[in-house]
Nanobody, 126 residues
Framework: QVQLVESGGGLVQAGGSLRLSCAASGRTFNRNDQGWFRQAPGKEREFVAAIRLSYGLTSYADSVKGRFTSSRDNAKNTVYLQMNNLKPEDPAVYYC???????????????????WGQGTQVTVSS
């Protein structure tokens, strides 16, 4: 089992920045990719970003490209999501997830991830 704990959410003004962290524990060597998803009230959980832990390759949703950056520190078993220029459409609960199975491309769907954190709230004031 892999346990994931997110931190770093909060309230920020539109145009501001936040950095989310996701610390993994347990059988951390099982992880191949780690992703970030978000879910706003009344909406489905959607893909935001992901990173392949071995090579640092990344993938982003179109809505966050150029504003969000995913990175990792494998020595700390931690991944980060740097969110810049936050917009009114970005508020949601942000979830960290880990995928075990190696895939040719970075997974971007909920069903491809095996482990999930509890989520952290991001609120943007206009």
């Amino acid at each position: 089992q892999v346990q994931l704990v997110e931190s770093g959410g909060g309230l920020v003004q539109a145009g501001g920045s936040l950095r989310l962290s996701c610390a993994a524990s347990g059988r951390t060597f099982n992880r191949n990719d780690q992703g970030w998803f978000r879910q706003a009230p009344g909406k489905e959980r959607e893909f935001v970003a992901a990173i392949r832990l071995s090579y640092g390759l990344t993938s982003y949703a179109d809505s966050v490209k150029g504003r969000f950056t995913s990175s990792r520190d494998n020595a700390k078993n931690t991944v980060y999501l740097q969110m810049n220029n936050l917009k009114p459409e970005d508020p949601a609960v942000y979830y960290c997830a880990a995928a075990e199975r190696p895939r040719p491309s970075i997974p971007t769907t909920v069903g491809e991830y095996n482990y999930w954190g509890q989520g952290t709230q991001v609120t943007v004031s206009s």
